[in-house]
């Protein structure tokens, strides 16, 4: 699988690293790369990409504001020099947020994340076609429940989830026992309602954390866990800090 790719920043020089990145990786193709952020809308609509690399500081059209006219189709991998612009990306159900130097290494981190969602996806929706719906998740009393995923049912112990993240129409469940995460087409809501809420709380619109994997929270209401920053959002913020104390 090669994931088109195209990067849209209004400085070159922050496009060219990008644009190298994407060429020496073997799953991916360079499509293009722009830096004027009106004039790149249209070419995206025409033309949608499968992974979008966006800055979120640019003149006339931000890209919060570009995100939310890209196709549905279309994954968004942000880029910032600036951490607090980096936790909007989460309002949006960006992929993954880069943060300005940027590593190859930590460019091929979100790379996977977005291979991941496209290889489930396409999986999901294959076994979705051929088979009834899906079943809503729905936890036993030993704290494990199934899913479906990859053309088969998959077992998920709720101890070994580090945390859960929408991918629009899938969720994504991260763990924390060194298992590949697993994607699978069902919705936070109804998942949100079969957790134990003595375990889990929902933090955004996108993710869901378990509380007892919480390392740290910031004074700008951003969870550390794993090798993740989690921003909790004012939707859900009054909830978190009773359960802090806060």
Known sequence: MKLRCMVIDDEPPAVRP??????????????????????????IKDNPPD???????????????????VPPETKIVFSTAYKEYAFDSYDVSA?????????????????QKCIEWFEMKNASESVASAS??????SVNNSGTFFIKSDSMLVRIDTNEILYICALKDYVRFVFDSGRKPIISLMTMKNLEQQLPP?????????????INKIRSVDKNNCIYIGDEVVRVTDVYSEQFKKFIGG
Do not use: N
């Open 132 to 137: 009834a719906p899906l079943p809503s998740a």
């Open 198 to 210: 003595d375990k889990f709380i929902r933090v955004s619109r996108s993710y869901i954390v378990a």
């Open 18 to 43: 990008m644009q190298s990145f994407i060429e020496r990786t073997q799953s991916l193709e360079f499509v293009g790369g722009y830096t004027d952020s009106v004039e790149a809308v249209q070419i």
């Open 51 to 69: 992974v979008l690399f966006l800055d979120i500081q640019m003149p006339d059209l931000d890209g919060m504001q570009l995100s939310k006219m």
């Open 95 to 111: 992929i993954d947020y880069l943060l300005k130097p940027i590593s190859y290494a930590k460019f091929l981190k979100a790379v």
